[in-house]
Protein backbone atom coordinates (compact mmCIF):
# COMPACT_ATOMS: atom_id res chain seq x y z
CA UNK A 1 0.00 0.00 0.00
CA UNK A 2 1.36 3.13 -0.98
CA UNK A 3 1.68 5.79 1.97
CA UNK A 4 -0.18 8.52 -0.16
CA UNK A 5 -3.03 6.35 -1.31
CA UNK A 6 -3.57 4.99 2.25
CA UNK A 7 -3.60 8.86 3.70
CA UNK A 8 -5.70 10.11 0.88
CA UNK A 9 -8.40 6.82 1.48
CA UNK A 10 -8.62 7.45 5.64
CA UNK A 11 -8.99 11.35 4.42
CA UNK A 12 -11.90 10.43 2.47
CA UNK A 13 -13.50 7.67 4.45
CA UNK A 14 -13.16 10.38 7.59
CA UNK A 15 -15.00 12.68 5.21
CA UNK A 16 -17.96 10.62 3.95
CA UNK A 17 -18.44 9.75 7.44
CA UNK A 18 -18.66 13.44 8.20
CA UNK A 19 -20.84 14.12 5.45
CA UNK A 20 -23.30 11.35 6.12
CA UNK A 21 -23.51 12.58 9.46
CA UNK A 22 -24.56 15.70 7.97
CA UNK A 23 -27.14 14.98 5.87
CA UNK A 24 -28.57 12.43 8.94
CA UNK A 25 -28.60 15.37 10.75
CA UNK A 26 -30.42 17.48 8.02
CA UNK A 27 -32.49 15.13 7.05
CA UNK A 28 -34.28 14.42 10.23
CA UNK A 29 -34.65 18.32 9.89
CA UNK A 30 -37.15 17.65 7.25
CA UNK A 31 -41.01 18.82 7.47
CA UNK A 32 -41.76 14.88 6.55
CA UNK A 33 -39.16 12.62 7.92
CA UNK A 34 -40.55 9.62 6.58
CA UNK A 35 -39.20 9.52 2.41
CA UNK A 36 -36.14 9.88 3.86
CA UNK A 37 -35.72 6.54 5.98
CA UNK A 38 -33.95 4.84 3.54
CA UNK A 39 -31.34 7.94 3.03
CA UNK A 40 -30.98 7.62 7.04
CA UNK A 41 -30.38 4.49 7.79
CA UNK A 42 -27.74 4.50 4.69
CA UNK A 43 -26.44 7.13 6.03
CA UNK A 44 -25.51 5.76 9.31
CA UNK A 45 -24.05 2.83 8.15
CA UNK A 46 -21.74 4.07 5.87
CA UNK A 47 -20.62 6.64 8.46
CA UNK A 48 -19.99 3.68 10.86
CA UNK A 49 -18.47 1.35 7.74
CA UNK A 50 -15.97 4.26 6.97
CA UNK A 51 -15.01 5.37 10.32
CA UNK A 52 -14.05 1.74 11.01
CA UNK A 53 -12.37 1.37 7.43
CA UNK A 54 -10.02 4.47 8.48
CA UNK A 55 -9.29 3.45 11.81
CA UNK A 56 -8.37 -0.24 10.47
CA UNK A 57 -5.86 1.34 7.94
CA UNK A 58 -4.63 3.80 10.25
CA UNK A 59 -3.11 1.01 12.64
CA UNK A 60 -2.45 -1.25 9.65
CA UNK A 61 -4.85 -4.28 10.15
CA UNK A 62 -4.35 -7.48 8.48
CA UNK A 63 -8.13 -6.34 7.98
CA UNK A 64 -8.39 -3.50 6.26
CA UNK A 65 -8.44 -4.30 2.25
CA UNK A 66 -11.42 -6.37 3.33
CA UNK A 67 -13.10 -3.30 5.12
CA UNK A 68 -12.47 -1.48 2.48
CA UNK A 69 -14.26 -3.37 -0.08
CA UNK A 70 -17.62 -3.30 2.52
CA UNK A 71 -17.34 0.34 2.73
CA UNK A 72 -16.93 0.89 -1.48
CA UNK A 73 -20.46 -1.29 -1.22
CA UNK A 74 -21.56 0.70 1.78
CA UNK A 75 -20.83 4.33 -0.59
CA UNK A 76 -22.25 3.04 -3.28
CA UNK A 77 -25.59 2.54 -1.82
CA UNK A 78 -25.35 5.79 0.18
CA UNK A 79 -24.85 8.05 -2.77
CA UNK A 80 -27.13 6.11 -4.99
CA UNK A 81 -29.64 6.78 -2.18
CA UNK A 82 -28.79 10.38 -1.47
CA UNK A 83 -28.18 11.34 -4.94
CA UNK A 84 -32.23 10.66 -5.54
CA UNK A 85 -32.85 13.50 -3.11
CA UNK A 86 -32.48 17.21 -4.30
CA UNK A 87 -31.32 18.87 -1.10
CA UNK A 88 -27.86 20.44 -0.83
CA UNK A 89 -26.93 17.72 2.23
CA UNK A 90 -27.76 14.99 0.11
CA UNK A 91 -26.05 15.83 -3.12
CA UNK A 92 -23.04 16.85 -0.93
CA UNK A 93 -23.30 13.88 0.62
CA UNK A 94 -23.42 11.30 -2.29
CA UNK A 95 -20.22 13.44 -4.41
CA UNK A 96 -18.44 12.52 -0.85
CA UNK A 97 -19.86 8.85 -0.78
CA UNK A 98 -18.56 8.87 -4.76
CA UNK A 99 -14.60 9.91 -3.63
CA UNK A 100 -15.07 7.27 -1.01
CA UNK A 101 -16.15 4.40 -2.90
CA UNK A 102 -13.31 5.24 -5.20
CA UNK A 103 -10.47 5.70 -3.08
CA UNK A 104 -11.61 2.26 -1.05
CA UNK A 105 -11.66 0.52 -4.18
CA UNK A 106 -7.93 1.43 -4.82
CA UNK A 107 -7.08 -0.22 -1.31
CA UNK A 108 -9.60 -3.36 -1.28
Not at 8 to 20: K, L, Q, R, T, V
Not at 31 to 45: E, F, G, H, K, L
Not at 59 to 77: F, L
Request: contains cysteine.
Amino acid sequence: MNETNLQSCIDACNECADACNYCTSMCLQEPDVTPMANCIRRNIDCAQLCRTAAALMARGSDHAKSMCQVCVEACRACGDECGKHAMDHCQQCAEACRRCAEACAQMA
